[in-house]
Nanobody, 123 residues
Framework: QVQLVESGGGLVQAGGSLRLSCAAS????????MGWFRQAPGKEREFVAA????????YYADSVKGRFSISRDNARNTVYLQMNSLKPEDTAVYYC????????????????WGQGTQVTVSS
């Protein structure tokens, strides 16, 4: 069982930065690959970034590569998403998720989800 709570969203101007946090409960945190997804109104949920269990290898969507950075602190049971050079098209609800099996890039591969945190980037 994994419980996830996102925080850190808000309103920011284009070019600004935000850091999202995902607090996880459950002893299985360190053995789970964790991911960030986002969903804008009327659009499909899309992959943003993932960080693997044990080794901390990272994966990014092309749309955020070079701007976003995912990290994890297993001692604090927390996953972070540092978002720099934000663009209006980054506006979405951002979800933290715990991976189960399958492709890291696909939402159905994740079995636990947080409630989401709103990120709004103005022009």
């Amino acid at each position: 069982q994994v419980q996830l709570v996102e925080s850190g969203g808000g309103l920011v101007q284009a070019g600004g930065s935000l850091r999202l946090s995902c607090a996880a409960s459950g002893r299985t945190f360190s053995s789970r690959t964790m991911g960030w997804f986002r969903q804008a109104p009327g659009k499909e949920r899309e992959f943003v970034a993932a960080i693997t269990r044990y080794d901390g290898n990272t994966y990014y969507a092309d749309s955020v590569k070079g701007r976003f950075s995912i990290s994890r602190d297993n001692a604090r049971n927390t996953v972070y998403l540092q978002m720099n050079s934000l663009k209006p098209e980054d506006t979405a609800v951002y979800y933290c998720a715990s991976h189960s099996l399958g492709s890291y890039y696909l939402a159905p591969s994740y079995d636990y989800w947080g409630q989401g945190t709103q990120v709004t980037v103005s022009s």
